[in-house]
């Protein structure tokens, strides 16, 4: 019993502290990878070369959704560790005397937990990239919407990068804001809204997919999300849903589901797989508020958009859908550049 | 030793419940919810069994299929939705059967057994060539990251790689084909890292550097002359573009091509005007099977970013004499006149992929509404021209007789694409995107006496939902009587430390 408490106390402890200072941008790893509750998947990457290992890192990951389960992870991690090594002073004889009562026993233990998070800290630091916190950060609020907070947490934060500038100009956009703030920007220029140059870095194609998106270019969005997808080995998570939806979007409901069946079988999408299986349908499409305002972005004349700009695409799509707003806001912001 | 007893009892017990049992089942009168849709097909009986998922909506518990033949029955239980007889029990079933049915059973809400219709599949007596090759790939736009070409023991489900880009630095690799469906004799490319032609034969690999400054790229789409000494190929200069809203997705396209002979021995390329024409794009060359006429598809040249969807390529065929090639008399290697056996711009649509039969006698090829890059037009449908009945080639409005038929048993509302023969000439492999209308999927068919074909199938898997799992495509499938021996380690030390042979354009 006393064993029990001791180790609830140490939890809940570590997980208060790995909960405050783990930052949002560790999440995002699991934007692209995650495991998938199937045999066949199992399998397939175990017979892999490394592939046991790979499934070890697929099943971490699926706490790695939220800051909450990363810290949930390292406490558990933190409370074994902590149990483990205090069993085995117990059993040095040595120790014996220096842990002969109840006060000695729990600053011993208290000793541990203290030893065992710091390393926990410091080894999860060391591992961790800080390049691009700021990017990491604002690409795992984009993926979830939230458009306010990263409005909130970051608009203030001085960008040190184009990428920094599109996630928040994405954010701007969302929110009808955009043209009233782009010009904030000391010599903004076309990077600030969407990089011309990705260096088939499927992370920054990642990106683009969601930019492209927010406009309303919905081919261009497919385009880029399946690309980075296919970086990024075809089962990336964030990918997948974009794919959904884009293939929802313009009506290939077969290929759509595909992408909804794989991310059904992962504990952090299922829901969201399952609600977005409701709307394989014209009718569902069309009844839904958010996709069929996307649907209207879909040009009624068929074209090549590569073969055009930017801005003509976007004035398309605002005559024929006025009422989506981050396509204008794009078009006056590159206007202003003009 | 009461433990003992136990655990006795329990060994009895799930192996008690492990025997399956066929049951006195209530009939349904309908079918059965199962993908594929195995029911109607002909199946060869060297080819792994197709195996069978019970569709989501099927309510029923307990669910076994009861496999029979005129040799055998064999029950196999669902496991996950999946019925999968194994492939020894599946040769006992077909080992001297011209049939096999399969009856599903189950249990209903009530915990009475019910059954579906019986499925049929029939089994032909003609076997399909052993190994299948195919390249491995997303069915991307401009990137890609790893592919391979791949090669599938048709008998069971092992697949091996003949060579990976992870082996070549990540390059891209294409259009592999085998002289006649002997994988001794075969070739590839490499674009980008390790570039160039790869031709294997007679048991070495050379690498070809094949961009002359006299045509217009290095070599594409290869064909294969029967005697082995030339290989047919075209030379295009290729773009892409994407659809904003075409449910056609990407255009491919070519802004120049060609068609040249590559002759293995002497490595030299060689044309002639009616396959050269600045006028023209000439494409997808195909040997006949006596190697004495080469059939390739010419379309006037058009503007093309303008005019994509107005470029319609007909089929047509040259005479080819490869012993005048050989003895290096360009004049008289190619007949004077250009037949045109399907006129594009007359009877409409674009045709690509001319494929003949080893016999010689049907030559299947794709049409599409315009273009040439078929794979991404989903009005892409198979066709077959009777060659031993030519005589209707100007009038192909004539029902009674027609030599040139649209393959309504094999065709899909979505993409129905490449397409090769088995040696034998009794089956093709072709490309489709029938069953997401995105990855492209081989399904097979067998040729009747009448000149009709089967119901497709597709390629059997190891497991029922493989296809609706798997994220590449299935590119070129082309069959081969025999594997491709070059050790994929071959390959790779070829392409890292060979610098090429330079291809010379004979005049």
Known sequence: ?338 | MNNKYAFLLLASLSLGSCTLTEQDARQLHSQAPVSPDVDGITVPRNLAPLRLAMADTCSLSSVQAVFESSSSKIIVGADAGELAISIEDWQKLVAAAECVSVRIQGKDKAGQWVEYDPLTISVSADDIDPYLSYRLIEPGYEVWDSMGLYQRELGTYTQKAIVENKQTEGGCMNCHSFRQNNADDMLFHFRAKCGGTYVIRDGRIEKLNTKTPETVSALVYPYWHPSGRFVAFSTNITKQAFHSKDPNRIEVFDNESDVVIYDTEKHEVFSCPQLKSQAAFETFPCFSADGKTLYFCSADSLNVLKEYDKVQYSLCSIGFDAEAAMSGSLASAFSATVDTIYNAKRQGGSISFPRISPDGRWLMFTRAGYGNFSIWHRDADLLIADMSNLSDASNPSDSSRPYIRELTELNSSEVDSYHSWSSNGRWVVFSTRRDDALYTRPYLTHLNDDGSFTKPFPLPQSDAHFYHRFMKSFNIPEFSVNPVSMPSSTIEQCAKTQPGIDVKYRK
């Open chain 1, 1 to 338: 019993m006393k064993k029990i408490l001791s180790s609830l106390i140490v939890f809940g402890l570590s997980m208060l502290v790995y909960w405050l200072t783990v930052p949002l941008s560790d999440c995002y790893i699991a934007q692209w990878r995650t495991f998938y509750w199937d045999r066949h998947y199992c399998n397939e990457i175990l017979a892999q070369h490394s592939g046991a290992w790979q499934l070890i890192q697929d099943f971490y990951y699926q706490a790695y959704a939220t800051t909450t389960g990363i810290a949930a992870v390292l406490a558990v991690f933190t409370t074994v560790l902590v149990s483990v090594a205090y069993a085995l002073l117990g059993k040095i004889g040595a120790l014996h005397k220096v842990m002969d009562t109840t006060v000695k026993q729990s600053g011993v233990y208290a000793l541990l937990f203290v030893l065992t998070t710091v390393c926990t800290m410091a080894v999860r630091g060391y591992f961790t990239s800080s390049a691009d916190k700021n990017v990491r950060a604002m690409m795992c609020l984009a993926a979830d919407n939230k458009w306010d907070t990263i409005i909130e947490e970051y608009s203030k934060v001085p960008s040190t990068t184009k990428l920094e500038n599109n996630l928040k100009n994405m954010a701007y956009a969302e929110r009808g804001q955009l043209s009233r703030r782009f010009t904030a920007n000391r010599h903004p220029d076309v990077n600030d809204l969407f990089v011309l140059e990705i260096n088939s870095s499927p992370y920054v194609a990642a990106l683009l997919s969601d930019i492209y998106w927010t406009m309303g270019e919905i081919t261009m969005s497919q385009m880029y999300a399946f690309e980075a997808n296919e970086k990024l080995g075809n089962l990336s998570p964030r990918l997948l849903k974009r794919l959904a939806l884009t293939n929802i979007v313009m009506g290939e409901y077969r290929v759509a589901e595909k992408y909804i069946d794989w991310l059904s079988k992962t504990v952090r999408h299922h829901s969201w797989a399952e609600y977005y299986r409701t709307k394989l349908s014209d009718e569902a499409v069309m009844a839904d508020e958010y996709l069929s305002l996307k649907r209207r972005c879909v040009p009624e004349e068929n074209g090549f958009p590569s073969s055009r700009s930017i801005p003509y695409d976007l004035q398309q799509i605002v005559n024929r859908n006025p009422g989506h707003l981050p396509s204008s806001e794009y078009l006056k912001a590159i206007g202003m550049l003009r």
